[in-house]
């Protein structure tokens, strides 16, 4: 498939865009983040009004005057000096559902690590639960490896499995298909 993609950092002005796009791939996650704390909104609201926190999004340079998510087809959210001075965490991770399977995630993250490597960050840090093969592949293959797991916490049988993976420098890399 043949897109024309730019991918930016979200401002406080991307808050709608953002919000929705949480919104579409609500169900996608265990528990649902719209049952997580305060909610999407809140949880949107925050990440833009702290100074170490934001999304990068991949958008299509061209979308339609009615698509409200503005070409929105992946997004990660990450929080900065995680853990350490050094380490960052991946709090949100997901494409658009039409756009699976197409090298989105893959190049997204490698503009992220890219980002944070130039940042001077060091290790990132995320978390998936049992039930989520699809991202344990995703995020095994892009070299994170668990390092701790705790059973049942997102329900009887369904554990949560934290991954981290060290920061080097990459080697270039464009595949989407
Ligand atoms: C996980 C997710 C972000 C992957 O995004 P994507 O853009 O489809 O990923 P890519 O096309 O870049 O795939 C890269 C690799 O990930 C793995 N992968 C992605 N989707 C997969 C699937 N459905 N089944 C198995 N492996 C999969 C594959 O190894 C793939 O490489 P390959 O196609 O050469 O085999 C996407 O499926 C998603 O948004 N899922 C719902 C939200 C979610 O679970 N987020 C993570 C929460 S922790």
Redesign the pocket.
């Known amino acids: 498939m043949e897109l024309d993609i730019v991918i930016r950092e979200t401002t406080k002005e991307d808050f709608d865009i953002v919000s929705r796009f949480i919104e579409l791939?609500d169900n996608?996650?265990c528990p649902s983040l719209s049952l997580r704390g305060g909610g999407i909104l809140e949880r949107v609201e925050n990440t833009l009004a702290t100074a170490d926190s934001n999304y990068l999004v991949a958008q299509l340079r061209e979308s339609g005057p009615s698509d409200e998510l503005k070409g929105s087809i992946?997004m990660v959210g990450c929080t900065r000096k995680w853990q350490s001075e050094y380490g960052t965490y991946?709090n949100?991770?997901?494409?658009?559902?039409s756009?699976?399977?197409?090298?989105?995630?893959?190049?997204?993250?490698a503009s992220l690590e890219q980002k944070l490597i130039e940042e001077g960050f060091k290790k990132i840090y995320?978390?998936?639960?049992s039930g989520?093969?699809?991202?344990m592949?995703?995020?095994e293959?892009?070299g994170y490896r668990i390092y701790s797991i705790i059973l049942n916490d997102r329900g009887e049988g369904i554990h949560t499995f934290n991954y981290s993976k060290k920061l080097t420098s990459l080697k270039p890399q464009n595949?989407i298909?």
């Open positions: 791939v996608d996650f992946a991946i949100f991770f997901a494409t658009h559902p756009f699976r399977r197409y090298g989105i995630g893959n190049l997204l993250h995320l978390c998936t639960w989520n093969k699809r991202a592949r995703f995020y293959k892009l595949n298909r």
